[in-house]
């Protein structure tokens, strides 16, 4: 009954959809040995209620043959993962968020006895679908009407941290590339110590006296080895000899410093030939 | 401004109702004066809706059209982010008997996704199947817009009734 007030309310029109959504944050959640809980703040900033379901699974960033990012869910990790998925847990997993509302997940951790020092990864999944839509008309049952509704998951990041961690990345490979009115670039970059690289990719493409005409800074997370492409504008660029300087360093303005491991930055540098 | 009172203004701001435009929030979201970390936000702002659709002849929604489903995804500045669909195979008439049913498709640019800029005209197109990565805008717009077409092929003698389904969107923070 339900759903068909909601697919009539959608396909007879009279009413718009109001926006959707649930604000989440943190967008990365870091969980300490220590406490062995975080909090997920769930915020609903529009006039309808949202239902909420949460679920772990374990995944990481991972790059495919494109060099686009994407992550790698794996369904069964090993004895050998640093999968913390499997203990993991949501309080409560199903919710509903009124509007205007805020509610608060909190997750708890269960490790087994004797983990190793280091960090431990999985992937929060929050589910959230848009409340019931109101019905101001009548459907024609005489007619063919189509109409789907559309749900929302959001996956972010949470590490567990237990004992020393330390993180570092190796950065290999930089290579370039003119597309069209793009440079790529590409550079393989692996992960070192036992904690993964949280930091920031900054690229920029000078001349011969130093002169910058293009430059990116990008979020990076490396969990193992990963060869991103990026892409600088640089539209029209003349003929010539070019420097392209690429650096990583653990520097993000999106998180708290303090969650933020410390690494020395890396950085390499490469020729680059507009024809 | 310092960091704690400039994330009690976001928080302001986000206790405040705005109605009829795409809701969403920027930058820290706190909780009782605590900086927890950047919010992200992914907002339906409109469900795929093929109207009346003619027995026997397929029916296509594109991207572009105003039927088309759509998202608002809002976080870190230049963050990259996965964009991913389970997508149903077929509808279900929710008035009929158990068994009417309708196929739908889904094609290689079925899909938009624009950075920074709510303007599906200048979006790229992405086959929803495969799924895509997007960069969110800079920090004067750190979105990503989203937009989802489809086609419907009912039967000669498909039953009349409302026939619908469920599109999810998987967004993740990379």
């Known amino acids: 009954m339900k759903a068909t007030g909601l697919a009539l309310g959608l396909l007879c029109g009279a009413a718009p959809l109001a926006a959707q959504g649930v604000v989440i944050a943190p967008h990365a959640v870091f969980i300490d040995a220590r406490t062995r809980s975080g909090a997920v703040l769930l915020y609903n900033p529009n006039t309808e209620p949202v239902e ?7 995944g990481y960033p991972a790059t495919d043959s ?14 050998t993962s640093v999968s913390a998925a499997a203990w993991l847990q949501a309080f409560p997993r199903r919710l509903t968020v009124p509007p205007l509302e805020r509610q608060t997940i909190r997750l708890l951790a269960t490790p087994p006895a004797g983990l190793a020092d280091g960090e431990y990864w999985a992937r929060l999944v929050i589910s959230a679908k848009g409340g019931q839509l109101p019905v101001t008309g009548v459907a024609d049952t005489a007619r063919v009407k189509v109409g789907l509704t559309l749900e929302v998951r959001t996956i972010i990041g949470v590490y567990y941290r237990k004992g020393a961690v330390h993180t570092g990345v190796a950065l290999s490979g930089l290579r370039t590339a003119v597309v069209g009115d793009s440079l790529a670039l590409w550079a393989r970059v692996t992960q070192q ?30 969990y193992y080895t990963m060869e991103p492409r990026y892409a600088l ?13 690429f650096d990583l360093s653990t520097g993000r303005e999106d998180l708290a410093p303090e969650l933020v491991l410390p690494s020395p930055p890396v950085r390499d540098s490469v020729e680059v030939r507009v024809p | 401004m310092s960091r704690l009172s400039h994330a009690g203004l976001l928080l302001l701001g986000l206790l405040v109702p705005r109605r009829g435009v795409p809701q969403g929030v920027s930058g820290s979201v706190g909780i009782d004066a605590n900086v927890i970390g950047q919010a992200v936000t992914v907002t339906t702002l409109s469900n795929l809706n093929f109207g009346s659709v003619p027995k026997g002849v397929a029916t296509t929604v594109q991207p572009t ?39 739908i498709s889904f094609g290689a640019t079925s899909a938009r996704w624009n950075r920074a800029t709510n303007n599906v005209a200048g979006a790229t197109a992405f086959n929803p199947v495969a799924g895509t990565t997007g960069k969110l805008g800079p920090p004067a717009n750190p979105f990503i817009y989203l937009w ?27």
């Open chain 1, 52 to 58: 909420v379901a949460v679920s772990f699974f374990f």
């Open chain 1, 66 to 79: 494109a060099g686009r990012i994407v992550v790698d869910s794996i369904r069964r990790p090993d004895s």
């Open chain 1, 193 to 222: 110590g036992n904690a993964a690289y949280i930091g920031t990719a900054h690229a920029v493409l000078t001349d011969s006296t130093g002169k910058t005409f293009s430059e990116m800074k990008a979020p990076i997370g490396v």
């Open chain 1, 233 to 245: 504008a640089i539209g029209a660029l003349a003929p010539g000899r070019y420097r392209l300087r």
């Open chain 2, 65 to 103: 059209a105003a039927g088309a489903g759509a998202w608002q995804i809002q976080g870190s500045k230049n963050a990259d982010v996965s964009m991913a669909f389970v997508l149903p195979a077929v509808l279900t008439n929710i008035q009929a008997l158990p068994g009417s049913t309708m196929p």
């Open chain 2, 148 to 174: 989802i077409g489809g086609t419907v092929s009912p039967a000669a003698a498909t039953k009349p009734g409302v026939y619908t389904g469920t599109i999810i969107v998987t967004i993740a923070y990379l």
